[in-house]
Nanobody, 124 residues
């Protein structure tokens, strides 16, 4: 089971930190990804990390502003979001893909487990 937390309402330019925690499961050969879905839009890839070697992947829209990281001790994956923009407003989901190849890591359909989502609202 995955649980995403940390969403909220912030002003443009501010920061938020989201956290994804797995219960009843440890990440091993998994990739953990963050996706987001804005009203009326399709779910889109934000960032992902391979648990075993910390390889990082970002969408072009967040590269340089967002940072994904893992904490082995806590079994969590965090998404640090800086310089937030109004277009970052969305429900953010964390998800796990088991043994995913790199070419598929940005595709939501490849992910096996999903958390419930946390709402991020950025006001301009």
């Amino acid at each position: 089971q995955l649980q995403a937390s940390g969403g909220g309402l912030v002003q443009a330019g501010e920061s938020l930190r989201l956290s994804c925690k797995a219960s009843g499961r440890t990440f091993s050969n998994d990739a953990v990804g963050w996706f987001r879905q804005a009203p009326g839009k399709e779910r889109e890839f934000v960032a992902a990390i391979r648990w075993h070697d910390s390889s990082l992947y970002y969408s072009d829209s967040v590269k340089g502003r967002f940072t994904i990281s893992r904490d082995r001790a806590k079994n969590t994956v965090d998404l640090q979001m800086n310089s937030l923009k109004s277009e970052d407003t969305a429900v953010y989901y964390c998800a796990v893909a088991v043994r995913v190849i790199t070419s598929s890591i940005r595709h939501a359909r490849r992910y096996d487990y999903w958390g419930q989502g946390t709402l991020v609202t950025v006001s301009s």
